[in-house]
């Protein structure tokens, strides 16, 4: 079955970075979109970037510039690279699947399928 388990998440002054890395299993990991999304105390899930097998990425607004996805196919595996954090970063972070044929709408998070447990970040000002 797919197992999506995220690691990297931990506390972190401002201006400080993390890298979150989520590592897939039980599918064919290269044909799937895959991306990361945010969820912090109080307020709705939302997109912060996706990727699609051919590296096409998509970003939400107020990551654009600091954050960056990409893929390891051999590894099956997907980072979120994030720079610059902010206090307003600080949320749950969950890594997540889209089956073929998949999209990169960083804002559509219905057409996730298959979701981590997510890993927890905090930015301290």
């Known amino acids: 079955q797919v197992q999506l388990v995220e690691s990297g998440g931990g506390s972190v002054q401002a201006g400080g970075s993390l890298r979150l890395s989520c590592a897939a299993s039980?599918?064919?990991?290269?044909?799937?979109?895959m991306g990361w999304f945010r969820q912090a105390p109080g307020k709705e899930r939302e997109g912060v970037a996706t990727i699609d097998s051919y590296g096409r990425t998509e970003y939400g607004d107020s990551v654009k510039g600091r954050f960056t996805i990409s893929r390891d196919n051999g590894k099956m595996t997907v980072y979120l690279q994030m720079n610059s954090l902010r206090p307003e970063d600080t949320a749950m972070y969950y890594c997540a699947a889209d089956p073929p044929p998949c999209s990169t709408v960083v804002a559509d998070l219905s057409r996730y399928a298959y979701w981590g447990q997510g890993t927890q970040v905090t930015v301290s000002s």
């Open positions: 039980g599918y064919t990991f290269s044909r799937f979109c």
